[in-house]
C-alpha cells in the first residue's frame, strides 16, 4: 500500500498550544499536502508543498518536508477551539495519473 | 458558491440493491475522484478519472464501478451494495498537470445499508 503513515494518531492540547503532526511516506512524491476534515464533513484543503520545497507558511501553519527521509510536518501555532477536527497528509504521486493518497490522520481536540 | 456537489447527502440502500450516487463540478478539473471513508479512517481511494482516462486501484472491489459522461459529471455505481459498504464516500476535483494541483472536495454522501 503507498498510503503514508501519520503520528500521533491523537492529540490534546489546551487553546494557545502550538500542535506538531507527522507525517511519513514511501515513495516519491510529486508534491504532499495537508487537509482538515470537521467530523463527517468534506475535506477542506490547507496547504501544499512541492518536493523542490522544504518549507511553506500559511498564517497559522507551517509545513516541512524532508525528501530523503520521506517526511512532512505540519505545525499550527496558537491554536484554537476552532482548530478542532481532523488532519490528514495526503501525497501525489505523480506520473501519468497524478493519484492523491491519504495518510492515516491525525484527530486534533484543543480544549478552550 | 459549491464547486463540487455531491448528491445526495445521505443514501439509504437495501442490501443487494444497486445504488448510484453522483457528483458534479463547475471548476472543469480534469482530474475527479472517488473516496470511501469509514469510521475514524482515512479516506481510500477507489478509483480516478484523469480526463478521460480511468484508473482503479488494485483493491477496489468488482462492485464498484464509475462512469464519467463528461467533464463536470461523475457517478458511483455499487452493483451490490453489501453492509461492509455502508459509509461516507467523497467526490474529489482537481486540476492536474506535471506538477499538481490541491484537490476540491465535496460534503460527501453517506451511504447507509440496510
Known amino acids: 500500500s503507498q498510503q503514508g503513515e501519520e503520528d500521533p494518531q491523537a492529540l490534546s492540547i489546551q487553546e494557545g498550544e502550538n500542535a506538531t503532526m507527522n507525517c511519513s511516506y514511501k515513495?516519491?512524491?510529486?508534491?504532499l499536502q495537508w487537509y482538515r476534515q470537521n467530523s463527517g464533513r468534506g475535506l477542506v484543503h490547507l496547504i501544499l508543498i512541492r518536493s523542490n520545497e522544504r518549507e511553506k507558511h500559511s498564517g497559522r501553519l507551517r509545513v516541512t518536508l524532508d525528501t530523503s527521509k520521506k517526511s512532512s510536518s505540519l505545525l499550527i501555532t496558537a491554536s484554537r477551539a476552532a482548530d478542532t477536527a481532523s488532519y490528514f497528509c495526503?501525497?501525489?504521486?505523480?506520473?501519468?495519473?497524478?493519484?492523491?493518497?491519504f495518510g492515516t490522520g491525525t484527530l486534533l481536540a484543543v480544549q478552550p | 458558491d459549491a464547486m463540487v456537489i455531491q448528491n445526495p447527502r445521505y443514501q439509504v440502500t437495501q442490501f443487494g440493491k444497486p445504488v448510484t450516487l453522483s457528483c458534479s463540478q463547475t471548476?472543469?478539473?480534469?482530474?475527479m475522484y472517488w473516496y470511501q471513508q469509514k469510521s475514524s479512517q482515512a479516506p481510500k481511494l477507489l478509483f480516478h478519472y484523469y480526463d478521460k482516462d480511468f484508473n482503479n486501484e488494485a483493491d477496489t472491489p468488482d462492485n464498484f464501478q464509475s462512469r464519467r459522461p463528461n467533464t463536470s459529471f461523475c457517478f458511483l455505481d455499487i452493483r451490490s451494495p453489501g453492509l461492509g459498504d455502508a459509509a461516507m464516500y467523497l467526490c474529489?476535483?482537481?486540476?492536474?498537470?506535471?506538477?499538481?494541483?490541491?484537490?476540491?472536495f465535496g460534503q460527501g454522501t453517506r451511504l447507509t445499508v440496510v
Open positions: 515513495t516519491s512524491i510529486n508534491n
Open positions: 474529489a476535483t482537481s486540476r492536474q498537470g506535471r506538477m499538481g494541483t490541491e484537490a476540491f
Open positions: 471548476l472543469n478539473h480534469n482530474v
Open positions: 495526503a501525497t501525489d504521486y505523480g506520473g501519468a495519473t497524478n493519484k492523491l493518497i
